[in-house]
């Protein structure tokens, strides 16, 4: 039963029992007087009109906050589309092809899992294939890693189950080679390993992909480095990266169809 239902029945209840105290208490000559001018049935009365007033008024205010909530999506949503278009146009030698994420696996017992792989809108038909790299216009996401036919599964460079490391190298120094190797979510860094003690990374230093790398092509960018540290050996540093992309939060992508 709605709310309004209800208040009703109850505020009709409340005016028989005034109605029966007042029947039992007041003469027959004088009960209609005093029921018309009995000050609770007007409050009664009053407080429906308002009731009434106020319900049209949420209602009004929730369509607007509703409407300004709609809006600012699809502003959202258009800036968005606007930066994939724009890497469309950067990445049109790599014959790129824009596909919508439809699926991520949630699982509160284990939140990895959302940053392990995604599934696109786009498979096999649409000229996806296994191993093309995954970008969006901030930088690297992932690789095909399974294609069916009008679905592909994506599997992220923050995955804790990829089959790989992905070499990767810096953007003013591209002589200094290291290995992208894990992701920790809880504090939203990748790591970059395997770096000569002998070279010197700054702090600030972006990160990207490295021309030895298997499958994608040189120069996307992972992220930028926040900390450097020498491995417990001592013998290699570790990099601490920021990723340019938000992973928790992936809506378009593009596939690169001609990475080399």
Not at 249 to 260: E, R, T
Request: charged letters at 25%; glycine letters at 4%; a neutral charge.
């Amino acid at each position: 039963m709605k709310t309004k239902t209800k208040i009703y029945i109850l505020l009709g209840g409340i005016a028989v029992l005034v109605l029966l105290f007042s029947m039992r208490y007041i003469p027959t000559d004088k009960l209609v007087k005093n029921f018309t001018e009995n000050t609770l049935v007007a409050d009664i009365r009053q407080f429906l009109n308002l009731y009434n007033e106020n319900k049209l008024l949420e209602e009004r205010i929730a369509s607007i906050e509703q409407l300004k909530i709609e809006n600012q999506l699809v502003q959202s949503d258009n800036s968005e589309l606007q930066k994939t278009k724009q890497a469309v146009e950067r990445y049109k030698n790599y014959q790129p092809l824009v596909a919508t994420v439809i699926y991520r696996d949630f699982s509160s017992e284990n939140s990895q899992n959302w940053f392990n792989s995604l599934t696109l809108s786009a498979g096999e038909n649409q000229g996806i294939k296994k191993n093309m790299p995954v970008i969006s216009p901030e930088g690297l996401i992932g690789l095909i890693k399974t294609v069916h036919k009008d679905t592909a599964e994506v599997e992220l460079i923050t995955s804790n189950q990829k089959r790989s490391y992905i070499p990767a190298t810096f953007k003013d120094d591209q002589s200094v080679f290291g290995m992208i190797e894990s992701y920790d979510p809880e504090n939203n860094l990748i790591k970059m390993t395997r770096i000569e003690t002998n070279k010197e990374i700054k702090v600030g230093s972006i990160v990207t992909t490295s021309q030895k790398s298997t499958y994608f092509p040189a120069n996307l960018e992972i992220g930028e480095v926040i900390e450097v540290k020498k491995d417990n050996y001592g013998l290699t540093n570790t990099a601490s990266v920021k990723p340019a992309v938000h992973y928790y939060d992936i809506n378009y992508v593009l596939v690169l169809q001609n990475p080399k």
